[in-house]
């Protein structure tokens, strides 16, 4: 058996159009892998940068306090330490979420959840717009290697799979292949396996390559990820090629084989992935994006003219208060109007982006579930788990960051609405974000539910490649 | 070597087989004649597996092909009228292919001399058999039967389109591998080959064999006369 996959390997890499099937194939995977390292360094760079800043600027705060106390340096109308409204209405604390094991495989626009975010005491709801496309929308993505994966990979091993009998039919090569002694099933699989060994060295070599070059700082956790992965790969790729063995076991020739692997190459691919987004949408409606805005607005619109009224009642009552000088609300405007408008308008928005959240999630649920009917959006919902995609990651991180800034305010607020002045132990004792990662007994749960699903399609289509290729005609 | 008992064949309203009872020994060549459609190439197709007789029985080496393909392809060696090999790859190359498809793993001095014994010239071994004429490729497939070192070799019209000179030195092959107790079992359209090279001559029509004649008692022209009459019965 072993001297048949050697000669079949030999057979197939002597043929130059495979080889240059595969250096194309090598060449798109390089540019995925690329424009997933390129955005996953700028991600993190753009992190660190962050993180450093907040930490220089709390410390020259700090130091601009200590010096105040001590009456060393004098306090300017703007930018001080010391007045809450000043100082902590203008810090935004970046957070990030627990890194993707392998981020690397996609690329941000396929990721709901945000990389970075700067968290004050005013609402992240106005950077952080609560939206949610149809499912379907985010299938195709940009060029990564999730891409690369997911679409380009299978329609490369149906083009190297779909004539590995039925060429040879046609060519009348088959009856000669089949008098030496070895089934045509033998052979069929052996030049299927041949190809299939090709694709893992080409994608997984690469997609190993980029995971060694992002990840070298965490391998402990980025290498049991990636086998999990390639072990997913293998299950696509192998389901493809079980399909191209059931055509080749039946067709006549190549042309009607490509026909036929074109064809469920269309539908299994295109037309169901699209078909399951469109259902999913139905059964799981996501709010309305257009009320989302109008929800928004409304909520603005609202504060705004109650806060009119409640200053021309306060101004009819105490007409001595009214400001002389243009410019003396300033001092109170963060701590009268703006940090009350925050809380109110969180107030208002916070479910309705829960529910936006919660919506999402349901949607990646019912996508998974039906991800039966499709590998390739098995695959593709599986690789952009691992890529960190997963609604639920999002979830995670959001509620952490919600959890954040309660205490982040809580820290602050009674300081901030009374106007009393900071201290260092405010500084010194300020609350800092915790990540939290999700729960990884959910998340293996997520990823078992899509491995049986490429498992289940892949075991029909071997039976259906073993039934096929074992009443294979030579003619 | 080879037998057919009572074999039937029928493809929908076609019969292609009746009754056919045959038998090869080691070392004799044995040649179909009998014109489009007469049961031939069924009759190779039987012994090889390919298809399935509806009565009666091919055996090859005593295995039935319909009961365990492989076991009978293992001992036999098979020639179609078009020695269809991979274009991209050398005649060298093929062999090692197909030799080791036949279970036998060769080294390149080996490979080399069967293609050498098969008749190949030393300077065609490497070179894509793309470039190789009919008569080169064919010499490639007793090149493939020769490293099976098969009991038995069946031929589908081997030598229909080959030159004179390319028919001739088929020929001296086929007597040399008989000469080795292969049993041979021949297809063909050519009276003459047929005589030249086999040891006896069936002649079929609309699946039945006719006649049956040792070529050490015919000319030529009796054959011939003998395939007109028989063919014309019908």
Redesign the interface.
């Known amino acids: 058996m072993i ?2 996959w ?2 079949e390997w ?2 197939f890499v ?3 159009a495979n080889v240059g099937l595969l250096a194309v194939l090598l060449v798109l995977s390089a540019l995925g892998a690329w424009n997933g390292i390129e955005r996953l360094a700028a991600e993190r760079s753009a992190a660190v940068a962050a993180l450093a800043d907040d930490v220089s600027s709390f410390a020259a705060k700090r130091e601009k306090l200590v010096q105040l106390e001590a009456g060393k340096i004098v306090e300017g109308r703007f930018g001080s330490p010391r007045k809450p409204q000043q100082a902590v209405l203008s810090a935004g604390r970046p957070v990030t979420p627990p890194p993707a094991e392998l981020g690397v495989l996609s690329s941000a626009e396929a990721r709901p959840t945000p990389e970075l975010l700067r968290i004050s005491i005013l609402t992240r709801h106005k950077d952080q717009q609560p939206t949610l496309d149809d499912p379907s929308n985010r299938l195709d993505g940009p060029f990564d290697l999730a891409f690369v994966a997911t679409w380009l990979g299978p329609l490369f091993a149906l083009i190297l799979g779909y004539d590995v009998l039925a060429r040879d039919r046609e ?3 088959a ?9 045509l099933a033998a ?1 069929a699989f052996a030049r299927l396996g041949v190809r299939f060994a090709a694709l893992m060295i080409v994608i997984g070599g690469v997609a190993f390559g980029a995971a060694i070059v992002t990840e070298s700082g965490r391998l402990a956790v980025a290498l049991p990820a990636f086998a999990v992965w390639l072990l997913a790969l293998g299950l696509s790729l192998g389901f493809w090629l079980a399909l191209t063995a059931v055509i080749n076991g039946r067709a006549k020739n190549a042309a009607a084989a490509s026909l036929a692997v074109l064809g469920v190459w269309i539908g299994l691919s295109m037309f169901m992935p699209a078909l399951i987004g469109s259902v999913v949408n139905t059964l799981a409606p996501p709010p309305d994006r257009l009320q989302g805005v109008l929800k928004l607005r409304s909520v603005e619109s609202d504060l705004n003219r109650r806060r009119r009224e409640v200053t021309a009642a306060y101004y009819s009552a105490y007409p001595a208060n009214r400001p002389i000088v243009q410019g003396d609300e300033y001092e109170h405007y963060f701590v009268t109007e703006l940090y009350p408008r925050t809380l109110a308008f969180d107030r208002a928005v916070t479910p309705f982006a829960a529910q936006m959240d919660a919506a999402r999630v349901r949607q990646a649920e019912l996508m998974r579930a039906a991800s039966f009917l499709s590998p390739s959006l098995a695959f593709k919902l599986l690789t952009e788990d691992l890529a960190g995609a997963a609604p639920e990651r999002r979830v995670a991180f959001l509620t952490s960051v919600d959890d954040y800034q309660a205490r982040w305010r809580g820290h602050f607020d009674h300081k901030l609405a009374s106007m009393t002045w900071l201290t260092v132990a405010d500084y010194d004792h300020k609350p800092e974000f915790k990540r939290a990662a999700e729960r990884a007994a959910a998340r293996w749960a997520r990823i078992s539910l899509l491995m049986a699903a490429l498992c289940a399609p892949l075991l029909i289509a071997l039976a259906g490649a073993w039934r096929a290729l074992s009443r294979a ?3 | 070597m080879l037998k057919a008992e009572q074999l039937h064949k029928r493809f929908g309203d076609h019969v292609a087989l009746q009754a056919l009872d045959l038998q090869v020994a080691p070392g004799e060549v044995y040649a179909l004649l009998g014109p489009n459609g007469a049961g031939k190439t069924t009759t190779i197709n039987c012994f ?1 597996g ?1 298809v399935t007789p509806d009565g009666g029985r091919a055996l090859v080496a005593g295995v039935d092909p319909s009961l365990d ?2 076991g009978a ?2 001992a ?3 020639i ?1 009228e ?5 274009g ?2 050398s005649g060298l ?1 093929n062999l ?3 030799a ?4 036998r ?1 060769c080294a390149k001095p080996e490979l080399r001399a069967f293609l050498a014994d098969a008749g190949l010239q030393a300077d065609a071994f490497e070179r894509p058999v793309s470039g190789y004429s009919k008569g080169m490729r064919q010499k490639v ?1 007793i090149a ?1 039967a020769l490293a ?1 070192d098969a009991k038995a070799l ?1 031929l589908d019209e081997p030598t229909s389109g080959l030159d004179p000179r390319a028919s001739h030195e088929f020929s001296q092959l086929l007597r040399i591998l008989s000469g080795r107790g292969v049993a041979i079992l021949m297809a063909t359209h050519d009276i003459f080959r047929a005589l030249d090279v086999a040891t006896r001559v069936g002649i079929m029509e609309g699946g039945l064999l006719r006649a049956e004649v040792a070529t050490s008692e015919v000319s030529a022209a009796e054959l011939e006369a003998l395939y007109l009459e028989t063919t014309r019965v019908s």
Not at chain 2, 100 to 103: K, M, Q, R
């Open positions: 001297g048949l050697r000669q030999h057979l002597k043929a130059r060519q009348g090569v009856a000669l292949l089949a008098s030496q002694g070895r089934s052979i005609a030579p003619t | 090889l390919f393909a492989q392809r293992q036999l060696a098979y179609p078009q020695v269809n090999l991979y991209w790859f190359e090692a292919y197909f080791e498809l036949g279970g793993r497939g493939i099976k069946l």
